[in-house]
């Protein structure tokens, strides 16, 4: 999992503790910037983080998760900034994000996106649609009000549901479509 320097920290500070909570294994790699975003918006700090998953140092590109043979069942970089989408869909990996993100690729691994921009420009669009033709999925952060959200959390909750149910994890975040409570 990565998370990036765009606003929306929420998501995936939400979608971490989430994967913790079902038991599922997390790795962690946060950008410099992602740091400093997630402290601004959710007064959240690495070492809070660590709670939830194993932590990697974005220089670090000799760690396990840098490699193909490192077995995962995918990976999600949410929030995702424009600047990362464009390296990882322009091949550079000169970080270890961009790396884990390429070995995914590669693997044909399961790849989520959720990009927190807008508007979109013309080059956002050509690098999400090069990410989308490798077989990423792209899932913008726009959540959806049909289960009336009172809250943030709520929000976000509804965001990393989607996020869960394109990993295949079972979870019960929230009421489905046509569900009863």
Sequence with gaps: MGITGASGSLYGYALVRALHQLGIETH?????M???VMQFECD??????????AIHSNK??????????YLTDG?????????????????????????AASV???EKRTFIIVPREAPFNLIHLRNMTVLAETGACIMPASPGFYHKPTEI?????????????????DHRLLERWGEKA
Excluded: H, Q
């Design 153 to 169: 959390w709520e929000l976000a909750n509804f965001m990393v549901a989607r996020i869960l149910d394109t990993l295949n994890i």
């Design 104 to 106: 995914v690729m590669k």
């Design 60 to 69: 670090n590109l000799f760690a396990s998760i840098a490699s193909g043979s």
């Design 34 to 36: 992602g740091e400093k």
């Design 75 to 99: 990976m999600v970089i949410v929030p995702c900034s424009m600047n990362t989408l464009g390296a990882i869909a322009n091949g550079v990996g000169d970080t270890l994000l961009s790396r």
């Design 44 to 53: 959240k700090t690495m070492d809070e983080l660590k709670e939830y998953a």
């Design 28 to 32: 962690l790699i946060v950008t410099e």
